[in-house]
């Protein structure tokens, strides 16, 4: 086929058959055909076609279009044609402006960009915005481009664009009169969705060159399209009008017919033509509550297909979306992970970023991230959660949780050093660095646990031992190397000291082997080409600017990467995307998700003139109309329809609506509640999930009328063996006893690692501060000494306001230490701690006492001596008391429980009687065991204390109470579901007595002496 032709079809089976044919006729065996395709994907699937109609697939060179006119362009021996490509102008910019901002034109651009050649991040983005701007000029706008050549146009855009010119290739729009040399070799062009001005100055030249033949698929068949399917199709009548004009009218194919039901109207009426309505479902509309819907829907409905059409395979299947990535994470656990492989629906997500399938370049970002960050205890720790570095350093998953907790407990903050810090706008300090933590952990390791003083200034760490050091072995490790690259990253440096660092930083931070060799070797690449591209511009590249380049190379996406590579392909829905298949399917168009609605600003302002911009969503409705047509047998379009919230309506896009309106009311929205187990859905389609079927037939199932909790109580529990600390849970938390008789578990909420050193101290830290302080003024350190090992433990701020809090907690605690030098000056003498062993109405009770001393017993803590420290001093009281061996007192040295918190004695006298106090407790804690007993600790201590002997309660000892019950409620958050929002001790009579009964001998035998 010598002379150019240009044929047209409304569906690719016609143009395929007629491209076969035209392959297999006899040509220059010497000259191999060249297939150009818009893009990989159309050009994997075009193989995969004419391989099924030739036989055979081989010998024809398949190009993308813009590498082929790129090729085609720089035959001219005049450096390479894609020289004009964004991504190589970028840096032919870089390499021009330094020795022109020095002109008048560039005087705008001087206090932008600064003087010098150091590339930084604010001058590699202008140059990114320049290139995409030039890039998109000699495209659309070949003769603006050959005028700014010829000296034409002021100002600094088009001196820059003759200066980058000249010291390089020309641009394509100067070298189109070239392009009639002879080619032998046949070209194909599958022509792209768009045709760009300068694609069309080259073809008639390229026809000249050698055979040249146009297929283009166009959904509107040479007629007259209906409304709205003739706007929709006007990007398609322009690529129409512009293959014309270049190589002459089309011949037109003779098309399939269209399918049947609403799609087929659809399809008619892109051809201009009126096809009868039948009661086919081939064009569906779903209305989904939120994403995950979406997919639960289109689950059951392509699983429902198959079923019924044994043909139909998952490669029949395609699947689009304006956004892949927003539903990849719901698509491939409920489509391609499922254990029944029945349910099973292979899955590939194409046109993925290097980041999303890459591993390794995605921990190399991360790296070069870090470079230039605070290095907080988050981020590093977030580094090591990648698989990639765990493997290197030998770390499991599971020691994850060991190493945040080492870190937060070591005191790791942000920064590697005081050094670090200092680099960052901030107080050298040493402390709640990285150095800082590393330290304490390692000279824990080396010292006894017991040590607990300082050693070279270092404060030791003592939560590391046994077989874990090996674990901090290799947490050093990991922070050595990350710490020594990252310096080595801060930059500015030229590109290959760039390329070489970022390597040696992957290479000693991830694991390399067989499995992921490939990932290595692709990142390798990109560095490379990163490197030859960068050395255009003379003269050192910020990190920053690296790092935004690394980026946008590891999220581009590059069109038709893994198409069609196995089952159905989930790809971005653009114009020329949208492969044949029997089912299409569109998902997540609603109104705030189509293309077309997003906001596109035109930076015409800044850059100057350039090509006309298309009109807002043109190309996107031409990806609609090409599904639409592309479409076999079914078009399936799912988007946000319901609100998740309350089940009010979500609009579509507009052009959705048009088309239900256009296809008739068999295209009407299909509504889906929020719940794939609504029972009205299940009535209406057969679901997939056994799960779900499981729960609307529960829906469905007789109701018995719901209760806040059961309160019928549960079997007599007799534990056999009890330890004191589980029988006084009786007084201080009965609930506790309750759900470990459930086996129920109340988990601590995970906060993550702290970024920053600590300003302000909450209650609970500054009680931390106060006991670390007491312990050493009990140990008689010197006062100096305990106040270093305290900033060294890194609880507290730093400079000035972590003086004024040591003050504070230490005249605090300097009172508090005379009470309790006091009270241990009279217990004498001391013995060793006591393992009590009793027994007590058939139950065992068993726990180890300290503190016993010639009176009886001794102890003492730094804080407030609440209801629960006097409860589990009362049981450990009267177990003494019925041992009998020791003196009867006891004796707790704490803060009162008062708004001044002064120190105070807090001494049980003899008790004459014992094991009916004691069985009174057990007999409690039997029946906390069976029901939960609303008697929160410090709530049922202020009732009793307030109406001992037969007092009324007064108004505000109920107001206490309330108080009292709320706090318990916040920090029991499940006793709220259980017993409610208002404390029942004040409204039940069976419960005063009861609290009377366990509380008041309690109260009877205390005694508080303020000191």
């Not at 003196?887 to 009162?896: I, N």
């Not at 014992?914 to 609303?934: G, I, K, S």
Request: charged share 20%; net charge negative; proline share 10%.
């Amino acid at each position: 086929m010598s002379a150019p032709a240009h044929f047209a079809c409304a569906h690719p089976d016609a143009l395929l058959d007629a491209l076969a044919d035209a392959l297999r006729a006899p040509g220059d065996p010497w000259a191999a055909p060249v297939l150009v395709v818009p893009h990989a994907g159309v050009g994997r699937w075009l193989s995969m076609a004419l391989a099924e109609r030739l036989g055979v697939f081989a010998g024809i060179d398949v190009q993308p279009v813009d590498a082929w006119l790129a090729a085609r362009l720089a035959r001219d021996g005049r450096g390479p044609g894609d020289g004009w490509r964004a991504p190589h102008l970028i840096w032919r910019i870089l390499a021009a402006l330094p020795d022109r901002l020095g002109g008048s034109e560039f005087e705008a651009l001087r206090g932008l960009l600064g003087p010098g050649r150091r590339v930084d991040a604010r001058r590699w983005a202008f140059a990114a915005r320049v290139a995409a701007r030039f890039e998109a000029l000699d495209a659309h706008d070949p003769e603006q481009a050959r005028a700014w050549l010829a000296g034409d146009g002021v100002g600094w855009q088009p001196a820059l664009w003759r200066a980058v010119a000249a010291a390089g290739a020309p641009p394509g729009a100067a070298r189109v009169a070239g392009l009639d040399r002879p080619t032998p070799a046949p070209v194909h062009l599958w022509c792209p969705p768009r045709v760009s001005a300068l694609l069309a100055e080259a073809l008639p030249r390229l026809a000249v060159a050698g055979p040249l033949t146009a297929w283009r698929l166009d959904p509107r068949h040479g007629g007259a399209p209906a409304a709205p399917w003739a706007a929709w199709s006007a990007p398609h009548a322009a690529v129409a009008e512009a293959l014309t004009a270049a190589l002459g009218p089309a011949s037109t194919l003779a098309a399939t017919s269209p399918a049947g039901g609403a799609l087929g109207a659809a399809q008619a009426a892109l051809r201009g033509q009126v096809l009868a309505p039948e009661p086919r479902p081939s064009l569906q509309i779903h209305a989904c509550a939120g994403a995950l819907r979406q997919v639960e829907v289109l689950r059951d409905g392509l699983l429902a297909l198959l079923a019924a059409d044994p043909t139909l395979e998952p490669h029949h299947i395609g699947l689009y979306a304006p956004d892949p990535d927003r539903l990849a994470p719901f698509l491939e656990p409920l489509l391609s992970a499922p254990e029944e492989a029945q349910t099973r629906l292979p899955l590939n997500v194409a046109d993925r970023p290097m980041r999303a399938d890459n591993p390794v370049a995605a921990a190399a970002a991360e790296v070069l991230a870090l470079a230039g960050s605070r290095l907080s205890a988050p981020e590093v720790l977030g580094l090591l959660q990648r698989p990639v570095v765990q493997a290197r350093f030998g770390i499991e998953e599971a020691d994850l949780s060991v190493v945040e907790g080492w870190v937060v407990e070591a005191g790791v903050r942000w920064g590697i050093d005081a050094e670090h810090r200092a680099g960052h706008g901030q107080p050298p300090a040493h402390a709640h660095t990285w150095r800082f933590g590393l330290d304490r952990l390692l000279l824990g390791c080396a010292l006894p646990d017991d040590a607990g003083n300082l050693w070279g200034g270092v404060l030791p760490f003592d939560g590391v031992e046994g077989r874990s050091t090996a674990l901090l072995g290799r947490l050093v490790d990991f922070c050595e190397t990350l710490f020594r690259h990252v310096r080595a990253l801060a930059g500015p440096l030229d590109a290959q000291t760039w390329r070489r660092r970022l390597l040696e930083a992957v290479a000693d931070l991830c694991e390399h082997t067989a499995d992921n060799d490939d990932a290595h070797r692709a990142l390798r690449g990109a560095l490379q080409d990163l490197e030859s591209a960068a050395a255009q511009a003379a003269g050192p590249m910020e990190r920053e600017a690296l790092a935004a380049l690394l980026r946008d190379r590891l999220d581009a996406r590059v069109p038709g990467r893994r198409h069609l590579s196995k089952g159905m392909t989930l790809s971005a829905l653009a114009p020329g995307r949208v492969l044949p298949a029997r089912v299409v399917v569109l998902l997540d168009l609603g109104a705030d998700r189509w293309p077309s609605a997003r906001l596109r600003l035109d930076d015409a302002p800044l850059m100057g003139p350039g090509p006309a911009p298309e009109p807002s969503g043109q190309m996107d409705r031409a990806a609609l109309v090409e599904a639409v047509a592309l479409a076999r047998d079914a078009l399936w379009v799912l988007y946000d329809g319901v609100d998740p919230r309350d089940g009010s309506p979500r609009p579509a896009a507009p052009e959705i609506d048009l088309l239900a309106q256009a296809c008739g009311p068999t295209a009407a929205p299909v509504i889906h509640p929020l719940h794939p187990f609504n029972p009205a859905v299940r009535a209406a389609a057969a679901t997939y999930d056994p799960l779900e079927v499981a729960a609307a037939r529960a829906l469905l199932a007789p109701t018995v009328p719901s209760v806040a909790f059961d309160a019928r109580p549960l079997p007599d529990a007799e534990p056999g063996d009890l330890s004191l600390g589980d029988l006084a849970r009786a007084l201080s938390d009965p609930l506790a006893v309750f759900l470990q008789r459930l086996q129920v578990h109340r988990p601590d909420p995970m906060a993550p690692p702290p970024d920053r050193e600590p300003l302000l101290l909450d209650g609970l830290a500054r009680w931390a501060v106060g006991e670390d302080l007491f312990e050493r003024r009990l140990a008689l350190q010197a006062q100096p000494v305990a106040a270093q090992a305290v900033q060294a433990a890194g609880r507290l701020p730093h400079g000035v306001v972590g003086q004024v809090v040591l003050g504070e907690v230490g005249d605090e605690v300097a009172a508090l230490a005379l009470a309790v030098e006091e009270a241990q000056a009279a217990a004498r003498p001391a013995f060793p701690p006591m393992d009590l062993d009793l027994t007590l109405d058939g139950v065992r009770l068993a726990g180890r006492v300290d503190g016993l001393c010639g009176p009886g017993r001794l102890r003492h803590q730094s804080g407030k001596v609440r209801a629960k420290h006097l409860a589990e001093l009362w049981v450990e009281h009267l177990a003494l008391s019925l041992h009998g061996e020791f003196g009867g007192m006891s004796l707790l040295v704490g803060r009162k429980e008062d708004r001044l918190g002064r120190p105070a004695w807090h001494s049980f006298r003899p008790v004459a009687e014992p094991a009916p106090l004691l069985t009174a407790v057990l007999d409690a804690w039997r029946q906390a065991a069976r029901t939960p007993v609303p008697l929160l600790a410090d709530p049922t201590l202020a009732w009793v204390r307030a109406t001992a002997g037969g007092r009324r309660a007064t108004d505000r000892t109920r107001a206490n109470v309330e108080r009292q019950w709320g706090w318990g409620l916040d920090r029991q958050p499940l006793a709220a579901r259980l017993y409610g929002s208002s404390c029942p001790l004040l409204t039940d009579p069976e419960l005063q007595t009861l609290a009377h009964g366990l509380w008041g001998p309690l109260l009877h035998h205390l005694t508080v002496t303020p000191k």
